[in-house]
């Protein structure tokens, strides 16, 4: 045990739990993209899937706790190694070079930072609802909490439209890296499978991005009224 827990206090120990959990973060945002596209299927689907969350508190609160653990575990322990890896640099780099190195890899702190920011945004706005007072709460027609209309609201609106598509930004950038970076710290870094871990990480990352770009703009072009 003790042994166990020394090697999660090394470098390479917290590099393996920060992989781990921004998997379980990927995980969630893949499925989380799915499920928001019912949109599409119109309000009773929407309505639906999330009035079925609500009804099942203990895991609806499970998942949010489990979510929560997993964003600062994750956050706290990136800036750990970062702070060591600044601290065990004797003399600072006067010149930069980037071999092999992706924009996204290359920006993995600054698109962090815009997606905390955004993630609080998105909280505050669609699930506390304290950002947009302008929509009233309401059911539908069967009784659901009508999300599909706070959805609808809210992307009819250009600042809040421009916002998310910022976050969307920061949300690709950092997961086309992350995946392929996680992936390799799990072991799975071979020459061979480089490439197609980096292809991975950017088609994942492609797909939840234009996946939330189609439900932000289907609203904001009429698509979805």
Known sequence: MVR?????????????????????????????????????????????YAAFLRDIPILLWTVRIGLLSLVVVHIGLAIQLSMRNR??????????????????????????????????????????????????????????????????????NPFIVIIYLAGQLGLGLHLSHAISS???????????????LQGLGVAIGLLVVLGNIAIILGVFLGIVH
């Open 182 to 196: 996680s992936l390799q710290t799990m072991g799975l870094e071979r020459a061979a499978l480089n490439r197609l």
């Open 4 to 48: 166990l827990f020394s090697h999660f206090q090394s470098s390479v120990g917290k590099k393996m739990v920060i992989a781990l959990t921004g998997l379980g973060l990927v995980a969630y945002v893949v499925f989380h993209m799915l499920g928001n596209l019912q949109l599409f299927e119109g309000p009773q689907a929407l309505n639906k």
């Open 87 to 156: 601290r065990a640099r004797s003399v600072e780099y006067t010149i930069h070079r980037y071999r092999q190195a992706s924009i996204a890899s290359r920006t993995m702190t600054i698109s962090g930072i815009v997606l905390l920011v955004f993630v609080g945004f998105h909280l505050l706005h669609l699930t506390a609802g304290v950002i947009d007072l302008g929509f009233s709460e309401r059911l539908d027609s069967e009784g659901h909490r009508d999300v599909y209309g706070k959805v609808v609201h809210a992307f009819q």
